[in-house]
């Protein structure tokens, strides 16, 4: 289901990470085709001024949406796939318009104990990431996976399943800033550790 409080969207989502993919596109109507064809554009552009590397393009998608479900176990792959089914496009299309919009990046803040007037934990973020003049919504999404994961909520924006900062039923919360690794956009085999922390842990260490 969907809320709307004020320009900020809420999506509650349950199933498989496919099917919770599904579900934020649907749930987000021609908001979700709009941000799908920026972030294809974003893509394009981005190819544009690689010259001959740009041929990438044409295996690597597809090796990562092919390999990627076999190993990878955040399911962000699957979830990609659910975007996919939701829009009509195929897997390696759908991947295209999820990295179309990496390029941005947070700041983390956060206060606790003496800190603040009740002792409670504050967590907040700022976004070097641009919103594109409003086309890119700030949103809610919470997640209750079927697969044993645990439910937890992230704060982001659509088509982008890498939370700028999220917290999980444990209590555990944390804040992205995204820095490229060669665990996360080699050429071999990425992980994505930030969707695996909310999914499991239960604690900092």
Do not use: C
Not at 14 to 39: F, K, T
Not at 74 to 86: N, P, V
Not at 186 to 193: E, I, K, T, V, Y
Request: charged fraction near 20%; aromatic fraction near 10%; proline fraction near 7%.
């Amino acid at each position: 289901r969907r809320e709307d409080i004020g320009d900020l969207i809420v999506l509650h989502l349950y199933g498989s990470y496919r099917e919770m993919g599904r579900q934020q596109v649907e749930l987000l109507g021609p908001i979700a085709r709009d941000i799908y064809d920026l972030h294809r554009a974003d893509w394009s552009a981005l190819l544009a001024t690689l010259g001959p590397l740009a041929a990438v393009d044409r295996f690597l998608p597809r090796f990562w949406m092919t390999a990627g479900p076999r190993y990878e176990k955040s399911g962000l792959y699957q979830e990609i796939k659910g975007f996919g089914d939701g829009l009509g496009v195929s897997g390696p299309a759908a991947w295209r318009g999820v990295f179309g919009t990496l390029g941005g990046g947070t700041t983390t803040f956060a206060a606790t104990r003496t800190a603040t007037t009740n002792g409670a934990a504050i967590l907040a973020k700022n976004s070097d990431w641009p919103d594109r003049y409003g086309q890119r919504p700030p949103m809610v999404t919470h997640y209750r996976p079927t697969n044993g994961d645990m439910a937890h909520v992230v704060a982001g924006w659509p088509l982008t399943p890498l939370p700028a900062a999220g917290m999980n039923e444990a209590g555990l919360a944390y804040g992205l800033n995204f820095f490229n690794a060669d665990q996360v956009l080699a050429l071999g085999r990425p992980h994505w550790p930030y969707r695996r922390v909310l999914q499991k842990a239960t604690t900092v260490s």
